[in-house]
């Protein structure tokens, strides 16, 4: 890819990406920002070659702090409708790539930060990452996902005590709710990131889209809709050249020389 980003460092692997948000001192979410968000992801949607991509934050101190609180004072309702559904619509892109998306959040993760923590498949956090959708206190609401994701991922107890009270929790009450998979050092986080999308590497890519796919859609249907959706799915995994590798290394007792067709 040679299309040069201001706000994103990307690093390329064999078969997955790592994307940095990069709008020192805490990656603010700046509309240009937002834009080139759009622009890198509908691109990397694109990418058969990338089957992960993991995304964090430049810098120790934040993931990502949010918006632009600056602009707030002179919003008006057709200036915050407007707002947010552009921040709706960049994060739609985001949710929607094939790729398993995991968040590394290092730090400061509030607001539409939370919000697009949540978008994501997995949420690792380093032991000093901060949560929080402060909303609330500033007379709005989470209006990027954070009053329909959280509910959905922790429950509607826990999402209404974070967003009613616009508090702040640590990592490890992250860990105890379900808001992040995994909690690890700060030294640990990228590392550990690493490690995890090269195990998914090991695997069929079609099968890890698919699997993806029937995830983000079954949530939202009823759950014979969803068992349909899964045999739906094995009737193309199974005309898929990986499916007779697959089968094939298991009973060759090898492994598995995946092409992602």
Known sequence: MSQEYRYFQIAWMEGWAEVTISNP????????????????????????????IILTGSGGKAFVAG??????PYLDPKKGRESVAHLQDVFAHVAGVPQILIAAVNGLALGGGTELALLCDLRLASEQAIFGLPEVKLGILPGTGGTQRLPRLIGRGQASLMLYTGRTINA??????????????????????RSLAQEMLQNAPL????????????????????????????????GTQDQKEGASA????RRPVYKGA
């Open 172 to 193: 490890q009450k992250a860990f105890e709710i379900g808001l992040v998979e995994m909690v690890v050092p700060q030294k640990e986080l990228l590392p550990t990131g």
């Open 250 to 253: 298991f009973l060759e007792k």
């Open 25 to 52: 001192p805490v990656n603010v979410l700046r509309r240009d920002l937002l834009d080139e968000m759009k622009l890198l992801f509908v691109s990397l949607g694109k990418r058969d070659d990338i089957h992960v």
């Open 67 to 72: 918006a632009d609180i600056s602009d707030f």
């Open 207 to 238: 099968s890890l889209r698919k699997i993806k796919q029937a995830i983000q859609r079954g949530m939202e249907m009823p759950l014979s809709q969803g068992l349909t959706l899964e045999v739906d799915a094995i009737e193309f995994l199974c």
